[in-house]
């Protein structure tokens, strides 16, 4: 009985998640359909960030809390959990076309700034100036696809307003930011409680705060960038659904493993160099090979999401084998 309060927390606080980050990417795309702006940018920013907000909140919390280990966890499962899961399951709901400009630019810049985090972190320590390097790259990076976005509004006019309908239904800038503050408030209620029962639960089990981290809460606060991906994907709004994911993961990377770094800085777990880092960086290029590998078509089959998913799962397996001292 002492743990049904925890669990019930953790239900909760991911109920809270799912529907405040509706919520928020609701208002976010009216927002963004109502300034004209193309979809790839809506994915990659008004949506990426949307969709990241769960992280950022739980990492700012765990961190806050002392529980840097579940906010260098949820940064780097929630990555894994994006590419691996998310893109996999919406490819086998329906193929994937992946943009050009995602080819030539975003995805190149993703694998990136996942190797210049993982330069920051090889000395085992997530200090404040990685922190604040991380979380600077995070405005350059906002600041140059917007700029991008509008300079392409200049060139093709402002774009149809069924690009973000699949997302938001039509509604006024005042009710848009109404939800978007809605969104908000409830992303961070549920993070609060998210937080505090994943750490209960994982303490009162003798469970790595990182294990729990990468697993429970990645997979929580990365299931509206699944629902989010799927619904696009449905819709064939698929510059939507492939920016969400890249503009999500640049978000997890740049600005969810940076908060924690300024907020308490201080060492990470071996294991987070040894096994997660080399698979979250391996499914980012894992990614990008598929998404060449028939060119000039430029998708993602239901085989290769077959195979993202079964990349997914077996990185699941073996964190099980090494946490129950098997391997």
Known sequence: MELL?????????????????????????????????????????????????PEMLVSSVAALEGAAGLSVGNAIGSNITNVALVL???????????????LSRELPVMLLVMLGAGVLLLDGHLGR?????????MVAMVGFVVREGLRSRDRHGEVAASDAEGL?????????????????GVLLAGSNALVWGATTVARHYGVSELVIGLTIVAFGTSLP???ATVVAAQKKEHEIAVGNVIGSNLFNT????????????????ASVMSRDYPVMLGVGVLLFVLARAFRPYQHINRAEGATLVACFVSWLVWIYLETTGVV
């Open 5 to 53: 309060t925890p669990t019930l927390a953790i239900v909760l606080g991911f109920v809270a998640l799912v529907w405040g980050a509706d919520r928020f990417v609701m208002g976010a795309a009216a927002t963004a359909r109502n300034l004209g702006v193309s979809p790839l940018v809506i994915g990659l920013t008004i949506v990426g960030f949307g969709t990241s907000a």
């Open 88 to 102: 996999g399951v919406a490819a086998l709901v329906s193929p994937l076309q992946v943009p050009q400009d995602v």
């Open 129 to 137: 100036v990685d922190g604040v390097l991380l979380l600077a790259g």
């Open 168 to 184: 938001a239904p039509p509604m006024g800038q005042g009710v848009a930011l109404l939800w978007l503050l809605a969104g908000l």
């Open 225 to 227: 960038e699944l629902a």
């Open 254 to 269: 740049l600005g969810v493993l940076g908060l924690p770094g300024v907020i308490r800085p201080g060492p990470i777990e």
